[in-house]
């Protein structure tokens, strides 16, 4: 997979975590929380693992490591 | 917490919108390193905080139709009802009174308590809900501790001098004489007490 689509995956897991997030915090109730917890937090934390793992990548292929 | 997770999402966009610009400069690629980096962390980072502050309130647990009795708990005539005793007197706070007592007060006590409550969820949305509700495990002496150890009402009190040890190492449980719990029944009597009838 090429770096500029493993980043997108990543900007679209952001995206998406952060907007539930956003709409699963306006007013916590029992069902939001669970949203929170087992919808937002492993897509944005997905997100920054795809993220993390292309700027590795990228970082190994121009010998910044 | 929802400027970051706006912030992400705005400069997430302005990726997939434009991505070759952004990662052909070094302005743009810090941009990406903020947007999908920095600001969903902070973000999940404020928004945990949130969610476990407002998950830790009364309104919270008293959401769930299962719970409504211990709410209506708090109000019953019998200052030996503990809930009642701590609620009414103002013991402790009154927009955490379930977590006050429910939760353990040790390293993991938050995170054992949410996993708990999530537990709760599930069992109220999937599972079967039971008839009676019981603790998981005996009641800890601990949590009783953490406000009245060395308040000067329960070292002075007549029953609990020469005892205060045995309730420390758990060898007594303070609930042997201070059994009576949410009072229940004074709910199904209806017997409550109000502060401005």
Known sequence: MSEAKSTRIAAVLVIVGSAVEIVSLYRVTPITFLVFTMVSVPLVLAGLGVYVLTVLRVLRRTGGL | MLVSAGLAIGLGLLFLLDAERLSGSRGGRIAILIGLGCLPLFALGGGTAHAVHESSS??????????????????????????????????IDRDHVCYACHKDYGLLGDFKAKLTGLNHVYVHFLGEIPETFELYSPYPNSNCLYCHDDARSFLDSAGHRGQVEQFRKGRTSCLTCHAMGHGLDQVKAGEFWLANP
């Open chain 2, 58 to 91: 009364t309104e919270f647990c008293l959401n769930c139709h299962e719970m409504t009795p211990y709410g209506q708990s708090l109000f019953v005539e019998d200052t030996k009802a503990l809930p009642a005793a701590h609620y009414q007197s103002r013991l």
